[in-house]
């Protein structure tokens, strides 16, 4: 079973850069496919972003495509969301997931294929 906790969040003005990170433990996050997730006040928990442990494979949503990076360094057991452009509809609470092998990658893209969550952090972008 792992454990993940994010870091990262805060304010930043529109168009800024920040970086989330998700600590593993318990677990190597190689172990699974790693997600993000964020939920803005009032909306529902939507996907981000999605990596294989194992390298290679990412995915993200259209909305983030080309501005954010998701990635990992097995050496920390942490997984990091690079979050470029900003932009006021990037307000939210991003949360950390993983989710075991053996889906189809489109089953990644929603919150029921994850086992674990992280207790999210706050990310506000203002104008």
């Known amino acids: 079973q792992v454990q993940l906790v994010e870091s990262g969040g805060g304010v930043v003005q529109a168009g800024g850069s920040l970086r989330l990170s998700c600590a593993a433990s318990?677990?190597?996050?190689?172990?699974?496919?790693m997600g993000w997730f964020r939920q803005a006040p009032g909306k529902g928990r939507d996907f981000v972003a999605a990596?294989?442990?194992?390298?290679?494979?990412?995915r993200y949503a259209d909305s983030v495509n080309g501005r954010f990076t998701i990635s990992g360094d097995t050496a920390k057991n942490t997984v990091y969301l690079q979050m470029n452009s900003l932009k006021l509809e990037d307000t939210a609470v991003y949360y950390c997931?993983?989710?075991?092998?053996?889906?189809?990658?489109?089953?990644?893209?929603?919150?029921?294929?994850?086992?674990?969550w992280g207790q999210g952090t706050q990310v506000t972008v203002s104008s």
């Open positions: 997931a993983a989710a075991g092998y053996g889906s189809a990658w489109s089953q990644y893209l929603s919150e029921s294929r994850y086992n674990y």
């Open positions: 318990g677990r190597t996050f190689s172990s699974y496919t």
């Open positions: 990596m294989s442990g194992r390298g290679g494979t990412t």
